[in-house]
């Protein structure tokens, strides 16, 4: 398993952006799949994006697809999520998480390790 940590929530407006980090330690990000899953206050858990091991695809969720970019640096052993045209419904707790599976896009079984979330909110 690898250490997660997120950073880079807050409170921002509507149609505002923010960027959240996912830091690793203990392992290197490079064998990994990195997701992004947020949960409402609520809602159960749903899954946002994930970008593959190699970082040379990316799959979202239609309800952020066009507005959240998923990217990660392995050499800084972080992954990021870059959100724009926020909406109100957006607000959440948004978790990263690692997966050493190879395929496009992993299981949620597959995730063995999760950080412990930064939370979101977009005001109107």
């Known amino acids: 398993q690898v250490h997660l940590v997120e950073s880079g929530g807050g409170l921002v407006q509507a149609g505002g952006s923010l960027r959240l980090s996912c830091a690793a330690s203990?392992?290197?990000?490079?064998?990994?799949?990195m997701g992004w899953f947020r949960q409402a206050p609520g809602k159960d858990r749903e899954f946002v994006g994930v970008?593959?091991?190699?970082?040379?695809?990316?799959s979202y969720a239609a309800s952020v697809r066009g507005r959240f970019t998923i990217s990660r640096d392995n050499a800084k052993n972080t992954v990021y999520l870059e959100m724009n045209s926020l909406r109100p419904e957006d607000t959440a707790v948004y978790y990263c998480?690692?997966?050493?599976?190879?395929?496009?896009?992993?299981?949620?079984?597959?995730?063995?390790?999760w950080g412990q979330g930064t939370p979101v909110t977009v005001s109107t």
């Open positions: 203990g392992r290197t990000l490079s064998g990994y799949a």
């Open positions: 998480a690692a997966s050493p599976y190879s395929g496009y896009v992993p299981p949620i079984a597959s995730y063995d390790s």
């Open positions: 970008i593959r091991r190699d970082g040379a695809g990316t």
